[in-house]
């Protein structure tokens, strides 16, 4: 299920920051931070690093091509190509109590943050199970927003501004196929044309086949 990869990849995250330069105290919680009110007493800590999705997009730049499969008898099975998202996360210093010292320890948290995926930026991640084992790649790049940018976030959130780092996590390559499956496409048959200088129409078509074990 793709919210079982990306709720495994948020607590890899989460531990990575957690564990990062030896540190000894719990720093990041997952919670919508959309839904955070003062006085909420269901977080850990009074001064979290609240880690939260704001959205999830394909990155359609890393998305495969279709490949095209002649008709066979039997028909052969394949499936579309593997969907890759970018998901936006925001770890945002959440203060509780309004007290100087508490603002201070929320900036040094993020910076915290920022110096664990400033120095590993790249993870792989296996998000599958022990009996069917899926790593999948992730990046981190850090987004510098304007300041009409972060008006417009944060009034999406419907929340009143808290110092934050906003972070594009890409790429979570997902597959899912349903029923069962298919028989191992080992060739393929591609057409081409080319120049024929007997015709005046000036093409002629060919068929190629690709054998996939021996290319």
Known sequence: MITDAIF??????KDKVDNYNESTSSVVEIVNIATLN?????LDSTSPIVLSIINIEEDTTAR???VYIPQTNPPQKYNNPSQHLVL???FTAY???QK???YEDGIKKLEHVMHCFQEERVFFIDVGTMVNPNVVKVILDMESLKISELNQLWSMLGNKYMPSVLYKMRLISVQHTQGEEGAVIESLKIKLWENNPEDLAGLIEETE???LNNP
């Open 8 to 13: 495994k990849i948020l607590f890899f995250l």
């Open 38 to 42: 003062d006085g909420d007493e269901f």
């Open 64 to 66: 495969n091509p279709n």
């Open 88 to 90: 936006s996360i925001l």
């Open 95 to 97: 203060n509780k109590e």
């Open 100 to 102: 100087k010292e508490k």
């Open 209 to 211: 086949e690709i054998n």
